[in-house]
Structure formats: C-alpha cells, structure tokens
T-cell receptor, first 116, second 108 residues
Framework: GAVVSQHPSWVICKSGTSVKIECRSL??????MFWYRQFPKQSLMLMAT?????????EQGVEKDKFLINHASLTLSTLTVTSAHPEDSSFYIC????????????FGQGTRLTVV | QKEVEQNSGPLSVPEGAIASLNCTYS??????FFWYRQYSGKSPELIMS????GDKEDGRFTAQLNKASQYVSLLIRDSQPSDSATYLC????????FGTGTRLQVFP
C-alpha cells in the first residue's frame, strides 16, 4: 500500500503550549486527508477532513481554533494543537487518500500526545 | 443511530477456524467500504476494500457487501493467533467514518 508518514510519533508538552503534528504522503498525492483522535480502548473519532488548498471541515464538537489544520500541498497536512491541556492527551492519527470515491485511505503511524 | 455499527466483541475463535466480522451502516449513499486491522497502540492497517455488491477475496480474507441490507462483513479463514487484533469497519461517503471495532481473539 501507499506510504503515509506522520511525525512526531510521540510528544510530551507542558500545559498551555502548542504542538504541531505533520502528515506526509510519500508516494502519492493526497487530495484528501483526515485527522482522527483515539482515546484508549475507543474507536477513531474523526476530527476534521481537509482538502488541499481549502479550509478544513471540522466535525461537530471539534474546536477549529484549538485544532488548526493546514493542508498546504498535495503531500502535507499539519495539525496544531494550540494551548494544549491534559484532556487533549490522546493518540492522533492522520490518513490520506489520493481521490474521493472508491479510493483507499492509508494511515500514518500516529502521534501519542501527552500534555503534563 | 450510529453511522457505522459493529459488535465490540470480543469474538473468540480457535486457531484454524473461520472468524466472521459484521458491520452495518446507515447512509444508503455510501460508496466505498473498508476493513482495517488495528493492533494495540498502533495505527490502523488496511486489509480490504470493497466497492460493489458481492464477495471479494484476498488470500485468507473475504469481504462481502450487500448494499440493499447496508451490510458489510469480513471472513478470515484459517485464523491464526497473529490475527488477534481489533478490526475496524470504515465507510466513505464524503468522509471516512469508522465503527467502534470488533476485538478478535484467536486462541491456539
């Protein structure tokens, strides 16, 4: 399958600081990228959908000013968690698709964020 | 009603048996359907995709889709202990939505 690289794989930050997570498609152009959050023993919760060059579409209940998503190119999307708090500690995962319908989505390795 | 529903399990099967995982979805306009496997602490890994009614086979895995019943399933033949993981059903309309996952345990 296609390769999606997510960085960093883990990060510990102090409460009140911001953290940026990068998601890169290495061998294909990702027209659509998804950002998910997963708490322990729970499923993936979609946070937002981003298309290259346009604003991200956030799911209900996800604060767009807190979780800043930028999809500036066909191979890179970033998620910035601003003013992080301990309750933001979670496993954040990106996935990327080369098209829209009938196209497979591939996942990055995930980023485990711990806010202390 | 949840958009994508799965039985959380655990589903326990003996080694060598067939494991059957099921998923229903609510949006009749859904076009693409996927099964992912997720090991604890890791990100999901794509196993199968299916886009049209019927069966699709890939090695020990068979995905089945019935759009009229809004039902997707995954069969794993000759189950191995290494297949023990959480299996996630995902449905794509204009966004990729996941079910809660079914935990599969294959015991020797």
């Amino acid at each position: 399958g296609a390769v999606v690289s997510q960085h960093p794989s883990w990060v510990i930050c102090k409460s009140g600081t911001s953290v940026k997570i990068e998601c890169r498609s290495l061998d294909f152009q990702a027209t659509t990228m998804f950002w998910y959050r997963q708490f322990p023993k729970q499923s993936l919760m979609l946070m937002a959908t981003s298309n290259e060059g346009s604003k991200a579409t956030y799911e209900q209940g996800v604060e767009k000013d807190k979780f800043l998503i930028n999809h500036a190119s066909l191979t890179l999307s970033t998620l910035t968690v601003t003013s992080a708090h301990p309750e933001d500690s979670s496993f954040y995962i990106c996935s990327a698709m080369a098209g829209t319908l009938n196209t497979e989505a591939f996942f990055g390795q995930g980023t485990r964020l711990t806010v202390v | 009603q949840k958009e994508v529903e799965q039985n959380s399990g655990p589903l326990s099967v003996p080694e060598g048996a067939i494991a059957s995982l099921n998923c229903t979805y609510s949006d009749r306009g859904s076009q693409s359907f996927f099964w992912y496997r997720q090991y604890s602490g890791k990100s999901p890994e794509l196993i199968m995709s299916i886009y049209s009614n019927g069966d699709k086979e890939d090695g020990r895995f068979t995905a089945q889709l019935n759009k009229a019943s809004q039902y997707v399933s995954l069969l794993i033949r000759d189950s191995q202990p290494s297949d023990s993981a959480t299996y996630l059903c995902a449905v794509n309309t204009d966004k990729l939505i996941f079910g809660t996952g079914t935990r599969l345990q294959v015991f020797p």
